[in-house]
């Protein structure tokens, strides 16, 4: 149930079971944000440089964003020594709920020794929230949330990026213990490290991609189960984030601002976009689809 080109895939994406989108938007304040060590390209040159007022003046306004469109945000606040937590999509994998379960989350397994301390903080959050918490325990190898592992809206399909922080092993044993089907794209670029830096699933048929972070099967198996495959431009992408845009309803696109290119092509496919600043946190790596967990 691994797919690794468009060859191996033997289904239809409306032949999947159907799940409701999540609702509900984790927020992780950032009053210890700043940059102070280098595990991406494009933290290079910016220790030290992040303006703090300003910075939570943009999250603030990012979390104003998913209040005003109908969103539940929750607020996890940070914790001194973790400057990367305010990116709190890496740390958890939220699972759809099957009947008769309890939701269920999978814990990161962060692979920069600065970040793994994370994780506990999310592991308590979501069992204050009634999860079921799992752990990687069997195997080896490194694992990033939905920094790398995406759900297909409105599918039980999971894909899976690897390559710079999620060892692709990983997918195997999650395949097997979660009963799903998982698509997995090799990422080789640098400035693309994690696959929602280069990836943004719109609705059940729709993506916005950098094309220039896949190889030839990536690409292969993005077009055979996407109809519509936007493709935002290489320096919009590598220098806004363009592709860490999220659309959390299948209506509004919240983006980076300046993605002129990006935002005329989702106004041409009938999305809305909604622009906002997260200038300081993209001299950390991260933007908008970064900086929230949506869970169930």
Same mark, same amino acid.
């Given at each position: 149930?691994?797919?690794?080109?468009?060859?191996?895939?033997?289904?239809?994406?409306?032949?999947?079971?159907?799940?409701?989108?999540?609702?509900?938007?984790?927020?992780?304040?950032?009053?210890?944000?700043?940059?102070?060590?280098?595990?991406?390209?494009?933290?290079?040159?910016?220790?030290?440089?992040?303006?703090?007022?300003?910075?939570?003046?943009?999250?603030?306004?990012?979390?104003?964003?998913?209040?005003?469109?109908?969103?539940?945000?929750?607020?996890?606040?940070?914790?001194?020594?973790?400057?990367?937590? @305010?990116?709190?999509?890496?740390?958890? *994998?939220?699972? !759809?709920? $099957?009947? #008769?379960?309890?939701? %269920?989350?999978?814990?990161?397994?962060?692979?920069?020794?600065?970040?793994?301390?994370?994780?506990?903080?999310?592991?308590?959050?979501?069992?204050?929230?009634?999860?079921?918490?799992?752990t990687l325990q069997e195997g080896k190898g490194s694992f990033e949330g939905?920094?790398?592992?995406?759900?297909?809206?409105?599918?039980?399909?999971?894909?899976?990026?690897?390559?710079?922080?999620?060892?692709?092993?990983?997918?195997?044993?999650?395949?097997?213990?979660?009963?799903?089907?998982?698509?997995?794209?090799?990422?080789?670029?640098?400035?693309?490290?994690?696959?929602?830096?280069?990836?943004? @699933?719109?609705?059940?048929?729709?993506? *916005?991609?950098? !094309?220039? $972070?896949? #190889?030839?099967?990536? %690409?292969?198996?993005?077009?055979?189960?996407?109809?519509?495959?936007?493709?935002?431009?290489?320096?919009?992408?590598?220098?806004?984030?363009?592709?860490?845009?999220?659309?959390?309803?299948?209506?509004?696109?919240?983006?980076?601002?300046?993605?002129?290119?990006?935002?005329?092509?989702?106004?041409?496919?009938?999305?809305?976009?909604?622009?906002?600043?997260?200038?300081?946190?993209?001299?950390?790596?991260?933007?908008?689809?970064?900086?929230?967990?949506?869970?169930?």
């Amino acid at each position: 149930m691994i797919y690794k080109s468009a060859s191996d895939i033997d289904f239809s994406v409306s032949d999947l079971p159907a799940v409701a989108g999540p609702r509900r938007v984790l927020m992780t304040a950032p009053t210890h944000f700043q940059v102070e060590y280098v595990i991406n390209p494009h933290m290079a040159g910016h220790i030290g440089s992040v303006d703090t007022a300003v910075a939570h003046d943009q999250w603030a306004t990012l979390k104003s964003t998913y209040d005003g469109i109908g969103l539940e945000t929750h607020v996890l606040q940070g914790a001194e020594g973790l400057p990367d937590m @305010v990116f709190c999509a890496n740390q958890t *994998l939220p699972v !759809p709920p $099957a009947s #008769g379960l309890p939701p %269920r989350v999978i814990l990161s397994r962060m692979q920069s020794r600065h970040r793994k301390p994370e994780v506990p903080a999310f592991q308590q959050f979501f069992g204050s929230q009634g999860y079921d918490v799992h752990t990687l325990q069997e195997g080896k190898g490194s694992f990033e949330g939905m920094g790398d592992a995406i759900w297909h809206p409105g599918r039980l399909l999971l894909w899976g990026g690897f390559g710079f922080r999620t060892d692709p092993e990983v997918y195997i044993r999650l395949s097997g213990a979660l009963e799903l089907r998982i698509v997995r794209l090799l990422l080789d670029d640098p400035d693309f490290y994690h696959l929602d830096t280069c990836f943004s @699933v719109l609705d059940e048929e729709t993506v *916005l991609i950098y !094309p220039g $972070a896949f #190889g030839e099967d990536g %690409r292969g198996m993005i077009r055979k189960l996407f109809p519509r495959v936007l493709e935002a431009p290489e320096d919009e992408s590598r220098k806004l984030f363009a592709c860490n845009a999220h659309c959390p309803d299948q209506k509004h696109v919240i983006i980076q601002q300046g993605c002129q290119r990006t935002v005329a092509l989702l106004l041409e496919a009938g999305f809305e976009p909604i622009e906002v600043d997260t200038s300081e946190f993209l001299k950390a790596g991260g933007s908008v689809f970064c900086m929230k967990q949506m869970f169930w």
